[in-house]
């Protein structure tokens, strides 16, 4: 069975700085997605980023990157310069090789001006 | 762009009404999922569909069908609404396989009363 773990119910980050939102996850599958997903108050949940679990290099799209550490089992979220649009809850998800996604409790984000 | 609308953004039903929330795709996605988010239980998948007509139950399925007689559309009924099915009810599609992430609608925040 896989299993998604955020460990951190909730996270502040100045505005313009960095932050690391934790995901772990665990599988006996070789083959895996791991993917994040942003949700803003308004409800909608939006697709951010994927890294496939073969995947040699670590996934980036724009000021969002995924800190894939493999042998730990861990894919954390890095969002670069932090914009107050950035507050919303952050859910960390895997899919196996066929089959429904596991998403994780998620993280919420707070950006302080 | 592709899209998953979902029916209604708002609703409010009695206790003991028939209620069809419905979810269509245009993407051709095989698969589709109903989710109830409540705060502090994260997400939970009621019911989720492989392809038209193909129908799994999720982790909270009683209370609740779907039909899923076109590719397109996936709906939930709730057979005689109680209040606590009370939620917001989010609908998702994707294609099937470990790297596709889950396109989602905009949510339904149902009211039973």
């Known amino acids: 069975a896989q299993k998604i773990t955020q ?4 996270m502040f980050v100045q505005e313009k700085e960095a932050v690391t939102l934790d995901c772990t996850y665990d599988t006996s599958d070789p083959s895996y997605g791991l993917f994040w997903y942003k949700q803003p108050s308004s409800g909608e949940m ?30 954390n979220l890095v969002i670069s310069a932090s914009q107050l649009g950035d507050s ?22 707070t950006v302080k001006p | 762009d592709v899209k998953v609308t979902q029916s209604s953004r ?13 979810c269509v795709q245009d993407m051709d996605h ?14 939970r998948l009621i019911y989720f569909s492989y392809d038209v007509k193909m129908k799994e139950k999720g982790d909270i ?30 609908c998702a599609s994707s294609l099937e396989g470990p790297n596709y992430g889950y396109t989602f609608g905009s949510g339904t925040r ?3 009363v």
């Open chain 1, 7 to 10: 460990t951190q119910p909730g």
């Open chain 1, 46 to 75: 939006i697709f951010l980023i994927y890294q496939g679990s073969y995947d040699q290099q670590n996934a980036t799209e724009g000021r969002y990157s995924l800190n894939f550490q493999k042998a730990r089992k861990s894919a």
């Open chain 1, 88 to 109: 919303a809850m952050y859910f960390c998800a895997m899919r196996p090789p066929q089959g429904k996604s596991t998403f994780g409790d998620g993280t919420t984000l």
């Open chain 2, 10 to 22: 708002y609703l409010v039903k009695r206790t003991g009404e028939k209620v069809f929330l419905e």
């Open chain 2, 30 to 43: 095989e698969n589709m999922f109903w989710y109830r988010q409540d705060p502090g239980l994260g997400l």
């Open chain 2, 61 to 90: 399925p009683e209370g609740y069908s779907v039909s899923r007689e076109k590719k397109e559309r996936f709906s939930l009924i709730l057979e005689s609404a109680s209040t606590n099915q009370t939620s917001m009810y989010l």
């Open chain 2, 110 to 112: 149902l009211t039973v």
